[in-house]
């Protein structure tokens, strides 16, 4: 029987969260970055597409774990403290922080053009929780 992220995790505000699905860049695996450098993990999460239509205060963020189809590495929950036209200026909260790096979630359909966190959160399983953060 699954267990589901709201079994382990609650959020009572989803909808101030916005989903960042990390994926490859064209250039780097986010979950290399992940385990590479924390501070380049946040600037990855820092970046703001051209066409952003995200006001939301917080973003709920995930590394695509490639070693496993549909598998998402838990990368944080960042506040977004300024935001500018090309960039965000974020902050890790201790929100969930015993899970960054360590908690791996199951989405396995095709990924949301507007990812708004309260409409996929409950369908997030999860797999597994690593006994220490995931370093490659």
């Avoid at 695509?64 to 036209?85: D, K, S």
């Amino acid at each position: 029987m699954p267990i589901y992220l709201p079994e382990i995790l609650p959020v009572f505000a989803p909808d101030e969260y916005k989903l960042h699905f990390a994926q490859h860049n064209g250039t780097e695996e986010p979950l290399d970055v992940f385990a590479r450098s924390r501070e380049e993990w946040q600037d990855w999460q820092e970046y703001r597409p051209e066409r952003d239509e995200f006001n939301r205060c917080f973003v709920f963020s995930l590394a695509r774990f490639y070693r496993e189809p549909g598998a998402w590495l838990f990368g944080g929950i960042y506040r977004i403290v300024e935001r500018y036209p090309d960039r965000y200026v974020v902050e890790l909260t201790r929100q969930a922080e015993g899970f960054v790096g360590r908690l791996i979630l199951r989405y396995s359909h095709s990924l949301p053009i507007r990812p708004n966190f309260e409409t996929y959160y409950r369908g997030f399983e999860v797999l597994e929780i690593l006994r220490e953060p995931y370093s490659g």
